[in-house]
């Protein structure tokens, strides 16, 4: 039985592991409050709706790999404070984030975090650390297809020029 063969709890986590595991709760955090100013800047329901069921997601998140770390004595990013309910229409018009950039934003984030959680995978040797982070990437895909659904049917889905014709291939 080799050292790292026993109860996965009991083995210690490796700088790498604790580096991805602590960035990613940091990312977390900042993304957490950003997306609830974007509810209060958000008017369409549909999209509230989605971060608000995104925001709970988050949040179980942080108290998963919080936990992780304390337990494995890492020390926790701060966290950034709450923000509060706004009433949208005392936002200027202007100074107002508009719903197809909060959802592209978002869009664009989830992307990033399922890579980086299949980067916190690739480097665990720690078979619970990356079930969990296989959890939260399974998470990520299913808002990142709820999210999609969304962009699509509002119309707010811009896609790259699409290549409709096709060249023959020269066979030598």
Avoid at 109 to 129: F, K, M, T, Y
């Amino acid at each position: 039985m080799g050292i790292l063969s026993g109860n996965p709890q009991n083995e210690p986590m490796h700088y790498g592991e604790v580096f991805g595991v602590w960035s990613y709760l940091t990312t977390t955090k900042g993304l957490l409050v950003a997306y609830q100013t974007f509810i209060n800047h958000t008017g369409d329901n549909d999209l509230k709706k989605f971060l608000e069921d995104l925001t709970v997601s988050m949040k179980q998140e942080i108290e998963q790999v919080e936990h992780l770390l304390k337990v494995n004595g890492v020390g926790l990013p701060p966290s950034p404070p709450e923000r509060p309910t706004a009433n949208l229409e005392s936002i200027p018009v202007g100074a107002r984030f508009n719903d197809p950039e909060i959802a592209a934003g978002v869009s664009l984030d989830i992307a990033a975090g399922l890579v980086a959680c299949s980067q916190v995978i690739g480097q665990c040797i720690r078979e619970d650390i990356a079930m969990m982070f296989g959890q939260f990437h399974m998470t990520k895909a299913q808002y990142g297809a709820r999210l999609l659904r969304i962009n699509k049917d509002k119309g707010w889905l811009v896609p790259p020029p699409l290549h409709l014709q096709t060249r023959e291939l020269v066979h030598a």
